[in-house]
């Protein structure tokens, strides 16, 4: 399934955050979406996820999500947004109650996306015994439980430290290259960009635009952060950034 | 260490200014005070400090406490006591949790119905005792209806101001992967705003107890609140400060019962 941005324009009452968007995001890719804070990435995101409705254009889902797809659009948050009050599995039972599945098979999947996160000796933990990289690979497993045909992935490192944040890279990288899904990944952070993306679409800033879009040719499991082609492409996509980015901080929040 | 030397008399420890405003359990302290005030009403009272007119005995009030539960009549006064307590207090918090996440919820239930409440709220519930004997008669349900009454408006009070407080992040989050209303109001609505519910359950019941004696003052045979009645019209102190106290220790056993139902319930806050 793969989905489609055609004109999309989004404004929250007289401030235009976003305008003429049209983008194609192809399946069993990683889509990363940078731009200076407040360029409208994370609304791009909530409304590629049904979360909010555009005031122009539209979005598009392009074919039927693939069987046994139990939420076709899921999102990993930044700040994780785990319910405090039920254990790690609880929390991934969460998603997966109102779809009614066999007992059997509900055990199955927390137990398969426990394993794949590495956190199966973790099950009947409560969220404030994790460590933060811990409760973000748990929101992972959540969205892995549901089998997603698009994951949407807001700022999912950021609230991390840096150490906490190359280690759920490469589970992110190992996770991918296991089995290969389609995401979209908008981050500010150009060295996640650059790490995790086959494609990368720089928005300028506030109202959002595409300013450019780059892309990736080398295979994920072969990037090493610090690598000299990472660094180039970084340095390109910062050098594109650095001018917007600063205009962007010097603007009022309220305009 | 040559720094040390060097400044000679102007070295001194960092001054501490940390610290405080966390108070923690401090076990007993509270019933040193308890036992503490009695002893000195004790002595007063035998030493002719405090006169008997003033002040019973609380070696006598115990005594009459005694007697009450020796001879059964406790029973006959705390049985239909709990149950109007428990009858009332069960349909106003019921109704009250519900309407207040109504509140919390639906924007026209909220502009409704929040300056209704606040137009209730401060109205003193005893004063509406005799409307509430003429609509629902003199028996038991105009009692049920007093304290459900007043155990209402706070309890809608604290639930809608509990639910506005849920972390909104938790309920997009339910909305991202598709949760049923139902669900989301279930399973994240609910127990996010226990804390703030509960805490409001203190207050509720406190109020229920003392509109309980209210309540009993008019037209009841049996209940505490008939036999603080009957023993303060003949000046029986002793019985009076016996009512009193069951009161007290049933103020004591609610606030116990709501901390370990937070205990229970709120065992993922720590």
Known sequence: ?255 | MADLARHGAATRPVPFRGGGFAPSARRGVGLAVFVALILLAEWGTRSGWISPLTLPRPSDVLATLVDLWTSGRLWEHLVPSLSRLAVGAVIGVGLGVATGVMIGLFSYVRAGLVPLVAALFPVPKIALLPLFVIWFGIDESSKYALIAFGTFTPTVVATYGAVDNVDRGLIRMGQSFGLSWWSIVRKIVLPGAMPGILSGLRISLAIAIILLVAAEMLGAQHGIGAYILQAGSLYDLEKLFAGVTILSLLGVLISFAVGQAERVLLRWRR
């Open chain 1, 1 to 255: 399934m793969d989905l489609s941005l055609q004109g999309v324009g989004h404004a929250y009452s007289d401030l235009e955050v976003l305008r003429d968007i049209s983008l194609e995001i192809p399946g069993g890719r990683i889509l990363c979406i940078v731009g200076p804070s407040g360029c409208g990435k994370s609304t791009l995101l909530r409304l590629l996820g049904g979360l909010e409705k555009p005031d122009r254009g539209r979005v598009l889902q392009l074919g039927a999500p693939p069987a046994g797809c139990l939420n076709p659009l899921t999102f990993v948050f930044q700040d994780f947004a785990l319910l405090p009050w039920r254990t790690v599995e609880g929390n991934l039972s969460l998603v997966l109650e109102d779809h009614r599945l066999p007992k059997a098979e509900a055990e199955q999947i927390i137990a398969d996306v426990l394993a794949r996160t590495r956190l199966s000796e973790f099950r009947t933990a409560l969220p404030r015994q994790l460590s933060g990289g811990m409760k973000q690979r748990v929101a992972i497993a959540r969205a892995l439980a549901v089998t997603p045909a698009v994951m949407l992935l807001d700022e999912p490192l950021s609230a991390l430290d840096a150490q906490t944040r190359e280690l759920l890279m490469d589970d992110l990288v190992a996770l991918w290259t296991r089995a290969p899904f389609t995401a979209v990944y908008v981050t500010h952070n150009l060295a996640e960009a650059v790490r995790l993306g086959h494609r990368i679409v720089v928005l300028s800033r506030r109202p959002g635009r595409i300013a450019e879009v780059v892309d990736i040719d080398l295979p994920l499991d072969a990037r090493e952060t610090g690598s000299a082609e990472l660094e180039r492409h970084q340095k390109r996509l910062w050098s594109l950034m650095r001018d917007e980015a600063r205009a962007a901080d010097a603007e009022l929040v309220d305009g």
